[in-house]
């Protein structure tokens, strides 16, 4: 596996993580969604003032993994009050776990896993989940791979658009 950097994300490389966050969600996303839906979260979601507003909150988390200066895709956490679903102090969400499609294959997302899972243990959590859409099947594979079970539902808006995520849970194992 190649060696990557996973390092936090400051508020100084805002702009950065916004323009990462489009491409990501763009190459995985737009294929399947009408352009507005698309522009219409992206704009909302993606702005600066908005992963500002997210980078400045002490409950989440960022972080992006790099290849020497190469920025390859971040990974986002969120502890008690940032979840984005109430699922208690046990719990740790990955709310978001991006990989540009040119690192796909390199190993990238099973490193910021294996780090999601990391931090989990380390803030004692009984369990990380996270929300995948139901058409994702490259995502649920990937998380079925590292012992990840669907739990639940619930109704994400992109745009003006409903759709259907699964929620996925990862019971965490101590030693």
């Known amino acids: 596996m190649e060696a990557f950097s996973i390092i936090p994300v400051s508020p100084a490389e ?3 993580l916004a323009a990462l966050s489009r ?3 763009g190459q995985t996303f737009a294929p399947y969604n009408s352009a507005a ?3 219409a979260y992206m704009d909302h979601h993606f702005s600066v003032r908005q992963l500002s507003s997210e980078l400045s909150d002490p409950s989440s988390r960022f972080y992006f993994i790099r290849d020497g200066i190469e920025i390859l895709g971040y990974l986002k956490i969120n502890n008690g ?3 984005t679903e109430d699922m208690g102090s046990d719990a740790l969400e990955i709310e978001r776990i991006y990989v540009i499609q040119e690192a796909h294959g390199r190993k990238a997302g099973k490193s ?3 780090f999601a899972i990391a931090a989990g243990r380390h803030l004692h959590k009984k369990y ?4 995948v859409w139901e058409k994702n099947e490259k995502a649920i594979r990937f998380y079925e ?3 990840w079970r669907v739990f639940g539902s619930h109704t994400f808006r992109l745009g003006d658009e409903e ?7 990862l019971d965490l194992t101590y030693e």
Do not use: E, V
């Open 14 to 16: 805002t702009d950065t």
């Open 23 to 25: 491409k990501c969600f």
């Open 37 to 39: 839906s698309m522009a």
């Open 81 to 83: 009050p940032a979840q």
């Open 112 to 114: 910021l896993m294996q």
């Open 128 to 131: 990380i989940w996270l929300g």
């Open 145 to 147: 791979k590292f012992g």
């Open 163 to 169: 759709q259907n995520d699964l929620l996925m849970r």
